[in-house]
């Protein structure tokens, strides 16, 4: 069984910064986990799950340009984490974060559960 399961979420003033986490365990983690790519997503209520940030397994990572330089995105492959760090946090960063996961030559999306972000003025 595969589970990815986040953590870190919260609330925090506009400005503040949050680092969120996520561990893979099951079919995803250990050899697999390393090649597998890794992102996070954002989805506030009545919207669509928007793509933030991904990285790929040889460390390669790209953001939306709405985060862009205030995100950063890291992978522990020895401990199955991946974590977003977030700072200068905007109310429009407020949202619901998942973290998704594909395995290598693999076309299905695995998600966790998602984690609650607010951010407040």
């Known amino acids: 069984q595969v589970q990815l399961v986040e953590s870190g979420g919260g609330s925090v003033p506009a400005g503040g910064s949050l680092r969120l986490s996520c561990e893979a365990s099951?079919?995803?983690?250990?050899?697999?986990?390393?090649?597998?790519?890794l992102a996070w997503y954002r989805q506030s209520p009545g919207s669509q799950r928007d793509w933030v940030a991904i990285?790929?397994?040889?460390?390669?990572?790209n953001f939306a340009d709405t985060v862009k330089g205030r995100f950063s995105i890291t992978r522990d492959n020895d401990r199955n984490t991946v974590s977003l760090q977030m700072n200068n946090l905007k109310l429009e960063d407020s949202a619901t974060y998942y973290c998704?996961?594909?395995?290598?030559?693999?076309?299905?999306?695995?998600w966790g559960q998602g984690t609650q972000v607010t951010v407040s003025s």
């Open positions: 998704n996961a594909r395995a290598w030559q693999s076309t299905d999306d695995l």
């Open positions: 099951g079919a995803i983690s250990g050899p697999a986990f390393r090649l597998a790519t």
């Open positions: 990285i790929a397994p040889g460390g390669t990572t």
